[in-house]
């Protein structure tokens, strides 16, 4: 199984920035397909953005434009730059990462936009 730490969240002003970082404990982390889900209160859990082995990406709509992912292979870390924040932004964050159908989930990091 892989083990998945979230670091980085926090409280962030409307139109700032935060960097999110995933760390992974699998020794082969350039095989999964990695990605960031969000959930806010009332509100089903949702992909914010996916990253395959081969570096190709998606997006939901509502963060394409504003939101970066990105992963470093060497250091098992999966990364989310995210600019231009709304308060609809606001959600515990999660990591994800995906092999052979399982999946494995962090603990999740608090993001709140707020002013």
């Known amino acids: 199984q892989v083990q998945l730490v979230e670091s980085g969240g926090g409280l962030v002003q409307p139109g700032g920035s935060l960097s999110l970082s995933c760390a992974a404990s699998?020794?082969?982390?350039?095989?999964?397909?990695m990605g960031w889900y969000r959930q806010a209160p009332g509100k089903q859990r949702e992909l914010v953005a996916a990253?395959?082995?081969?570096?190709?990406?998606n997006y939901a709509d509502s963060v394409k434009g504003r939101f970066t992912i990105s992963r470093d292979n060497a250091k098992n870390t999966m990364y989310l730059q995210m600019n231009s924040l709304k308060p609809e932004d606001t959600a515990v964050y999660y990591c994800?990462?995906?092999?052979?159908?399982?999946?494995?989930w962090g603990q999740g990091t608090q993001v709140t936009v707020s002013s």
């Open positions: 994800n990462a995906e092999k052979w159908g399982a999946n494995s």
């Open positions: 699998t020794s082969i982390f350039r095989l999964y397909t």
């Open positions: 990253i395959t082995s081969g570096g190709n990406t």
